[in-house]
């Protein structure tokens, strides 16, 4: 089944320990997104990936960075985690043209925890 | 930007009543309205969306409506049940641009 899958599920890191979260696609969607979800909260977009072209928010801070190697994937780097990193990061993906979005779908998320 | 704000935060229903959330959105040229539903700790479902091309939409128990005119998008849920019971979000885009998410109403839907 096409779909958006991310490892790992869970993932424990130390803090300040650089850590990867990965996302892959098999619904050749061009467009990429990485969410932060803490507790009871609304999904916060950190950044998107509009095919290679890299959109940050201007609210996310330089501790994220993101690299897209191809359409498939997308990994969200945290390279000095603190104990405010700790939450649900969602990756999500939607195919665009220039009559508009659709198809979002995200995947199952990682939930990070920052000891 | 986009501002996406959701009413109520809560609700409790009783099962078999029915539920209604509202959104109201700033951005006029926004042209899709996804809501998703979340169960506790799992992601985001896409359970019902309309364009702003819609008036109404609807599937099964589940219904949406658009008022472009006064930015507004409310989802209606009849004869709720037990597994209703979640976060809902609603949402807004805007072609080229980004998904902006409300706040999230939590659902409980009571025996």
């Known amino acids: 089944d096409a779909m958006v899958i991310q490892n790992p599920r869970y993932q424990v890191t130390q803090f300040g320990k650089p850590v990867t979260l990965s996302c892959s696609q098999t619904?050749?969607?061009?467009?990429m997104y990485w969410y932060q979800q803490k507790s009871s909260q609304a999904p916060k977009l950190l950044f998107h990936y509009y095919d290679k072209d890299f959109n940050n928010e201007a609210d996310t801070p330089d501790n994220f960075q993101s690299r897209r190697p191809n359409t498939s994937f997308c990994f969200l780097d945290i390279r000095s985690p603190g104990l405010g990193d700790a939450a649900m990061y969602l990756c999500?993906?939607?195919?665009?043209?220039?009559?508009?979005?659709?198809?979002?779908?995200f995947g199952s998320g990682t939930r990070l925890t920052v000891v | 930007g986009e501002n996406v704000e959701q009413h109520p935060s809560t609700l409790s229903v009783q099962e078999g009543d029915s539920a209604v959330i509202k959104c109201t959105y700033s951005?006029?040229?926004?042209?899709?309205f996804p809501w998703y539903k979340q169960e506790l700790g799992k992601r985001p479902q896409l359970i019902i969306d309309?364009?702003?091309?819609?008036g109404e939409k609807k599937d099964q128990r589940i219904a949406v409506t658009l008022n472009k005119t006064a930015k507004h998008f409310s989802l209606h849920i009849t004869e709720t049940q037990p597994e209703d019971s979640a976060v809902y979000f609603c949402?807004?885009?805007?072609?080229?641009?980004?998904?902006?998410f409300g706040t999230g109403t939590r659902l409980q839907v009571t025996l």
């Open positions: 309309i364009r702003s091309n819609v």
């Open positions: 619904l050749n969607h061009n467009v």
């Open positions: 951005d006029s040229a926004s042209n899709y």
């Open positions: 999500a993906t939607s195919r665009h043209s220039g009559t508009g979005g659709y198809g979002y779908t």
């Open positions: 949402a807004a885009f805007r072609t080229a641009s980004k998904l902006t």
